[in-house]
């Protein structure tokens, strides 16, 4: 069955470093998202992508987060100076349309980020 | 006040017991999902219901749209359905929004 990927699978990094986490969706899925878990905590939505562009953002996406569609595949989340409260587990999903077949979100493994 | 609710938080069980998880929300929902956390992180939908009841295999969720509840059941549990069992929702955009989780742990 398709799967979403992820990687790396942890990252470590200095705070005040940028990062880059990668995610390849499904390949025919054309809604994407980005969700994090810090330790211990619930799962916190980040924002949704739709046609190459942001569909919704949450509070915490501030200007220190940003979403790309480089290619055709790959969907990455940048963090442009990490904060020792972005360590969490970063989580990307992605969804087909809601027309037929499973339009449920299906998540990659994640990837932990640890900012020291 | 969390717009999900889960109970219980921690759930033990021994092996070939009937094991039922619940979900409140607070919030006008288009479909809710259930999913499954193992220790190393990664996440699997088990179900995704808008209304009535689904089936697979050991596994049975419900939900009530008037009374904003959803059951997660579990027959004949297993130590290998040791795992985090996770209540979302979606509402009126595509986010998902997440319950707490419940950590349930089945001993042979």
């Avoid at chain 1, 499904?26 to 619930?42: A, C, D, M, T, V």
């Avoid at chain 2, 288009?30 to 193992?38: D, N, V």
């Avoid at chain 2, 050991?58 to 009530?64: D, K, Q, S």
Wanted: glycine share 8%; net charge neutral; proline share 4%.
């Amino acid at each position: 069955e398709p799967e979403v990927t992820q990687t790396p699978s942890h990252q470590v990094t200095q705070m005040g470093q940028e990062v880059i986490l990668r995610c390849v969706p499904i390949s025919n899925h054309l809604y994407f998202y980005w969700y994090r878990q810090i330790l211990g905590q619930k799962v916190e939505f980040l924002v949704s992508f739709y046609n190459n562009e942001i569909s919704e953002k949450s509070e915490i996406f501030d200007d220190q987060f940003s979403v790309e569609r480089p290619d055709g595949s790959n969907f990455t989340l940048k963090i442009r100076s990490t904060k020792l409260e972005d360590s969490a587990m970063y989580f990307c999903a992605s969804r087909g349309s809601l027309e037929g077949g499973r339009n449920e979100q299906f998540f990659g493994p994640g990837t932990r980020l640890t900012v020291l | 006040k969390n717009e999900v609710e889960q109970s219980p938080q921690n759930l033990t069980a021994q092996e070939g017991e009937f094991i039922t998880i619940n979900c409140s929300y607070s919030v006008g929902i288009s479909a809710l999902h259930w999913l499954q956390q193992h220790p190393g992180g990664g996440i699997v939908s088990l179900f995704m219901l808008s209304s009535g009841k689904k089936k697979h295999g050991r596994l049975i969720a419900t939900i009530n749209i008037q009374e904003k509840h959803s059951s997660l059941h579990i027959t004949a549990s297993h130590p290998r359905d040791s795992a985090v069992y996770i209540c979302a929702v979606k509402g009126v955009t595509d986010k998902l929004i997440f319950g707490t989780g419940t950590r349930l742990q089945v001993f042979p």
